[in-house]
Every structure is written in structure tokens, then in C-alpha cells.
T-cell receptor, first 114, second 112 residues
Framework: DGGITQSPKYLFRKEGQNVTLSCEQNLNHDAMYWYRQDPGQGLRLIYYSQIVNDFQKGDIAEGYSVSREKKESFPLTVTSAQKNPTAFYLC?????????????FGSGTRLTVV | DQQVKQNSPSLSVQEGRISILNCDYTNSMFDYFLWYKKYPAEGPTFLISISSIKDKNEDGRFTVFLNKSAKHLSLHIVPSQPGDSAVYFCAASAVGGNQFYFGTGTSLTVIP
């Protein structure tokens, strides 16, 4: 079955460390997205990518970085510059903007800074 | 500024009754809307969609209504079941837009 896989499910990071969250999809989707969920704030877009080797900042990109070297993979690095990284991170994919489709989400990664 | 708003953080409904979840948006360019359901520690799952050329879309127990003039949409669940207890997000996208904008979610509890 096709799907989108995020790993790890839980991640702990010490202050000052960078950490990378994995996101892989086998849906042959062109577009991929990273969202952050905080209590009472819904889902906020961090970065998105519509094609390989191209990505754009979302509403809250500061302190994050991404790469899109392969269609299937869209890893997110939370850098030490992110002031409040503890959150639930969701990766999603879609056929692409304007296609009238929906996002398929992964199961999320809970990041906690200790 | 929040372009999609869900003003009710929580809702409790008796099993078998109707659940009505509301969503408002501010951007008149939005023309495609989705509802997602989310359980704790899981990713959201797609529930139902509606485009601006329609004012109603049904899928089993779930119906979404769109009032473009009021910039308002609602999700009706009839009859409500305990398994429907989850957080529901509405999302909106504009023509040719690059992303969906999500509301803050409404936590639905269906009481057996």
C-alpha cells in the first residue's frame, strides 16, 4: 500500500543541537509539505516543495531547513536557531497544488527539547 | 493573521445526535475546502471536500455545507458515533494556490 512514513515517532533533542526528521512517500506525489502543530494553533506550514530540488518557505520557516534531492524524500532539519522547537511535526504530500486533491499526512513526529 | 478560523475549540454531543462543526474564512480567493479528522499522536486523515462551485457535498454520515457569501462552511455528522470523537480541522486553498490553510481545530466528543 502507498503511504507516507515519518520517523522517528518520538525524538528528544538537547538544546543547541540540530536534529533531522525523516519523511518518505511512495505515492508518486510531486508536492511535499512540513507542518508544525502546537496546542490551540492548528497546523502551520514550515516548508513545502513542489518538485525535486526546489522548495519554498512557509509561514514559520525560521530555524528550519529542508532538502528535496529525491521525489520520495523531504527531510526537515530543526536547527539550534529554532527558539521553541518542542512540537508535533507533520509531513504531508499531494499530487500538487491546484490539482483539486487533498493532502496525505504521515503519522507525525513528536519532538521534545530537553 | 489566521485566514481560516474554527471558533469552537470543543464540542460535546450525545451519540445518535447531529454534530455540527463550523469554520469561517477571510480570503475570498479560497475556492476549495477540506475537512480532516485527527486522533491524538496521529496524522490527520482526509474526510470530505467541497469546491466553490457547489454548496453541499455528502459522503455517508458526513455532509459539508458551503456558504460563499458568508465565507462559512460547516460539517454535519449524522448520526454521531463514539468513534467520531477526534479533532476536526477545516482547510482552504485558493485557485492555483500552493498550500492549504488550516483552522485551529475543534475537538469533538461523542458521549455514549
Amino acid at each position: 500500500d502507498g503511504g507516507i512514513t515519518q520517523s522517528p515517532k518520538y525524538l528528544f533533542r538537547k538544546e543547541g543541537q540540530n536534529v533531522t526528521l525523516s519523511c518518505e512517500q511512495n505515492l508518486n506525489h510531486d508536492a511535499m509539505y512540513w507542518y508544525r502543530q502546537d496546542p490551540g494553533q492548528g497546523l502551520r506550514l514550515i516548508y513545502y516543495s513542489q518538485i525535486v530540488n526546489d522548495f519554498q518557505k512557509g509561514d514559520i520557516a525560521e530555524g528550519y531547513s529542508v532538502s528535496r534531492e529525491k521525489k520520495e524524500s523531504f527531510p526537515l532539519t530543526v536547527t539550534s536557531a529554532q527558539k521553541n522547537p518542542t512540537a508535533f511535526y507533520l509531513c504531508a504530500s499531494s499530487r500538487g497544488p491546484g490539482t483539486g486533491g487533498s493532502y496525505t499526512f504521515g503519522s507525525g513526529t513528536r519532538l521534545t527539547v530537553v | 493573521d489566521q485566514q481560516v478560523k474554527q471558533n469552537s475549540p470543543s464540542l460535546s454531543v450525545q451519540e445518535g445526535r447531529i454534530s455540527i462543526l463550523n469554520c469561517d474564512y477571510t480570503n475570498s480567493m479560497f475556492d476549495y475546502f477540506l475537512w480532516y479528522k485527527k486522533y491524538p499522536a496521529e496524522g490527520p486523515t482526509f474526510l470530505i471536500s467541497i469546491s466553490s462551485i457547489k454548496d453541499k457535498n455528502e459522503d455517508g454520515r458526513f455532509t459539508v455545507f458551503l456558504n460563499k457569501s458568508a465565507k462559512h462552511l460547516s460539517l454535519h455528522i449524522v448520526p454521531s458515533q463514539p468513534g467520531d470523537s477526534a479533532v476536526y480541522f477545516c482547510a482552504a486553498s485558493a485557485v492555483g494556490g500552493n498550500q492549504f490553510y488550516f483552522g485551529t481545530g475543534t475537538s469533538l466528543t461523542v458521549i455514549p
